[in-house]
């Protein structure tokens, strides 16, 4: 698969992106051109607003207006980043899924996105933001990857409750139970009235995870050292801060909670056709078919 992409990259995909490269260096004015100015309102609100302003009253009020002038200056440059970079993978996309076989790429509202909380890999939320999507299969293994953020609306305030990619595979086989997979807290709190926190053998994994289940035994025969080390793989290779993991119904889901931007493409900054943002997005997605062969391999929980 990395050969056939270096080949369609250089052969293909490269020559293709020149076109680009004049639209690319326009928007980079652009943004550089608001985004600059933004910041320069910014910084007089800071110094003539709140650092000489003999009002504390006003400060307060004068330095929220200098955060929301600074945000908006780095919200005109990523609007501008996504929006080109939107329009060039709607062009490439096609060529670049090609390479991994049986794959496609939407950036439409996912369907079917209450599995993840009926299975209790992410909290309740109220609205959802999605950027790259894919479907794909692999030796028999359907698969889909979400990048996406939940938010939890709660009056006039907003929080975000996941932010990341979340890969749910189809494992061809029904668990009986839900075993959820969370980072370790202090308290055990259980995400659902019927998952019981379950201790397990290994005290270097009791240390980093808390494991909830409403079946024990089904639980510690899919959580094994190898489980585990193979997940911390998929961790390492997003970058991820933290990592929530589970089976439920016939599919493992993994939420990989991240701030970084993933799959992107067409920084500003670097010619369109940039070859290491193509390879990092494409060792991006390798990660996950290894993930697959990685749970085909081990028989020890039939995967």
Aim: net charge neutral; glycine share 4%.
């Amino acid at each position: 698969m990395r050969r056939e992409f270096q080949e369609v990259f250089f052969n293909k995909l490269s020559p293709a992106l020149k076109q680009f490269e004049g639209e690319r260096k326009l928007k980079l004015v652009l943004a550089c051109i608001l985004s600059g100015l933004l910041s320069v309102f910014a910084l007089f609100l800071l110094i003539f607003g709140v650092l000489w302003a003999p009002d504390t009253n006003d400060k307060a009020e004068t330095l929220k207006s200098v955060v929301f002038v600074f945000a908006l200056a780095w919200g005109v440059w990523y609007c501008i980043k996504k929006n080109f970079e939107g329009k060039i993978k709607k062009k490439i996309m096609g060529s670049v899924c090609k390479c991994f076989g049986n794959i496609e790429w939407s950036e439409c509202l996912y369907q079917g996105r209450e599995i993840f909380t009926i299975a209790h890999l992410i909290p309740s939320y109220t609205s959802s933001d999605y950027d790259d999507i894919f479907y794909g299969k692999y030796k028999d293994v359907n698969y889909e990857i979400i990048e996406a953020e939940f938010m939890r609306r709660s009056g006039k305030y907003s929080t975000t409750v996941f932010n990341g990619v979340i890969v749910k595979l189809d494992m061809n086989k029904s668990f009986k139970g839900n075993t959820v997979i969370y980072p370790n807290s202090l308290m055990h709190s259980s995400p659902a009235t019927g998952l019981v926190h379950t201790e397990l053998e290994d005290t270097v994994f009791e240390k980093k995870y808390d494991v909830f289940t409403d079946d024990e035994v089904e639980a510690r025969y899919l959580i094994t050292p190898s489980f585990m080390e193979r997940l911390n793989k998929m961790k390492i290779a997003f970058s991820a801060d933290k990592v929530s993991c589970a089976f439920w119904d016939k599919y493992l889901l993994v939420a990989l909670h991240t701030r970084k931007d993933l799959f992107s493409l067409c920084s500003l900054l670097k010619p369109v056709n940039d070859g290491k943002q193509f390879f990092t997005m494409f060792e991006e997605i390798l990660s996950i078919i290894k993930l697959i062969d990685y749970f085909k391999l081990d028989e020890k929980i039939g995967l």
